[in-house]
């Protein structure tokens, strides 16, 4: 964890939001579940994890609380992972209720929650993480949660009894949906383990790497360890995004646009999807039962360093470098050695689009604009260099493809540079592999000299 020195602007940033909101005294500190009453009201932590496992903090960040409903979203994602959307959907719905987090509701019809962020549904989760015995559900709960965290996690005993003896709504809750059918398990037992679940001790810091995880796809940012597969962190920061903050999701995602969720013991995480984690710890609660301080800071936050989620960065500066009709000489960097001998043999018949960088969906569509805007009329070739391209994204390349089936039904001849070659500026070494476009290249070595010449075989890759 890096030291807040003069460099650190980051954790400088930190520790001004949490100097800014310290005097924010509002809210009450929970005490339905007595232990939690206990808290200190200016205990107020907050924590940003890169998706490099960089780790940033401010104010009390390492004092240690039970996790509580921001357990959810990441026990949801261990049993979605075993499950899948489908039959995850089959018990748990996936619809923002608008009520609160303890509403006693269940979907007419179904019996089933309507998300597992909602008590009923986090209960019915829990349950449904594959397990011959209830010990052996927590026990693996705890490693997921732990896996998240990136260490091993404990329980607060104390505010598990604390829960178990007070808990009666949610056990009201388990048998109701044991009736309906929508729980699986024993009604007391499941309750007892979601109690544990709640009760597991964190700092801020861990639930900022929490977050960092499903930001990632699913890999710590910090251990490197997968701890679930990248679509089914991409579907928990979704109901993270419409359901995370109970009645007051609607609100928080127009105001700070993060998929959230927050907890009665005082923790909020968030997620800036592809980009960080980020946690925040301060006891007192609003009526929708969201600490006040931490909500009012993540917002700053998302307001400071521009995090909203609706607000997607520009897409990155030129894309194609160079795009040339049949007879025309391509200019700006050097060509690469392919097309070099391309052009000096058949030059009147060859058109040329140079990309660079990394090819998405947007970047792609400029690239496909550009093979559209120089496509020979009478049969030529088509060299689509990519030898600056950094990555092809699965979509983009598919869309490629399609475009350069479509340049060869119209009688071209196609040939693909591969990437990684950065000939002109810096960039990957010469011949490095970039995912997606050798096998392009490889596909489209139409001209045997051409693919003799970069060593492609139809064959290979
Ligand atoms: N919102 C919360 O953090 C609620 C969790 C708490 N254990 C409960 O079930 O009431």
């Known amino acids: 964890m890096i030291d807040t020195g003069p460099l650190d602007v980051i954790s400088a940033g930190l520790a001004e939001v949490h100097r800014l909101l310290l ?16 808290a200190d009201p200016q205990d107020f932590g907050l924590a940003l994890v890169s998706m490099d496992g960089h780790r940033y903090q401010a104010g009390r960040s390492a004092v240690r609380f039970s996790i509580q409903s921001v357990s959810k979203p990441f026990v949801y994602a261990l049993a979605l992972a075993e499950l899948g959307l489908d039959e995850m959907h089959r018990w748990v719905g996936n619809e923002p209720s608008g009520d609160a987090f303890n509403a006693i509701s269940l979907e007419r019809g179904t019996g089933r929650p309507a998300n597992p962020m909602i008590n009923a549904g986090a209960i019915a989760t829990t349950n449904l993480v594959p397990a011959g015995s209830p010990e052996e559900r927590f026990a693996r709960v705890l490693d997921g949660l732990g896996a998240f965290a990136g260490r091993r996690l404990d329980v607060d005993e104390e505010v598990y009894l604390s829960e178990s003896a007070s808990g009666d709504r949610n056990r009201a809750l388990a048998y109701l949906m044991h009736a309906a059918g929508s729980l699986r398990t024993e009604p007391r037992a499941a309750v007892e383990t979601y109690f544990r679940q709640c009760a597991v001790r964190v700092d801020t810091v861990d639930l900022a790497v929490m977050a960092a995880t499903l ?4 890999v710590n940012p910090v251990t490197g360890r997968r701890v679930v597969p990248e679509p089914v962190a991409v579907q928990v920061l979704a109901v993270m995004a419409t359901c995370g903050m109970y009645d007051a ?16 013991s005082g923790g909020l995480t968030a997620a800036s999807p592809g980009r ?17 301080r931490a909500v009012a800071a993540l917002r700053e936050m998302s307001g400071r360093f ?29 060509r690469p050695p392919r097309e070099r001998e391309l052009l000096a043999r058949e030059g009147s018949r060859v058109a040329v689009v140079a990309a660079r960088g990394e090819l998405d969906f947007t970047a792609v569509e400029r690239v496909l604009y550009a093979l559209a805007s ?31 089936a479509r340049v060869t039904a119209a009688g071209h001849r196609v040939c693909v540079v591969p990437g990684g070659q ?8 010469a011949g490095a592999e970039v995912r997606g476009t050798r096998a392009l290249a490889v596909a489209w070595a139409e001209d045997e000299l051409l693919g003799e010449s970069a060593g492609l075989r139809k064959s290979t890759d």
């Open 23 to 38: 005097p924010l005294t509002d809210g009450e500190v929970a005490s339905y579940i007595p232990k939690l009453a206990l």
């Open 215 to 218: 930001a990632t796809g699913g």
């Open 249 to 264: 999701a609607g609100d928080w995602l127009v105001r700070v646009g993060l998929p959230a969720k927050s907890g009665v």
């Open 276 to 292: 960080f984690g980020l946690a925040c710890y301060s006891p007192p609660l609003d009526p929708t039962g969201s600490p006040v």
């Open 306 to 334: 521009g995090m909203h989620l609706m607000h997607a960065p520009a897409p990155g500066p030129d894309t194609v470098t160079a795009c040339t009709t049949a007879g025309q000489q391509p200019s700006g960097a050097a």
């Open 374 to 404: 120089v496509a020979p009329d009478r049969p030529g070739w088509l060299v689509l260099d990519l030898a600056e391209v950094l990555t092809v994204r699965p979509p983009a390349r598919a869309m490629l493809e399609a475009a350069l």
């Open 422 to 429: 950065a000939h002109g500026h810096g960039g990957l070494a």
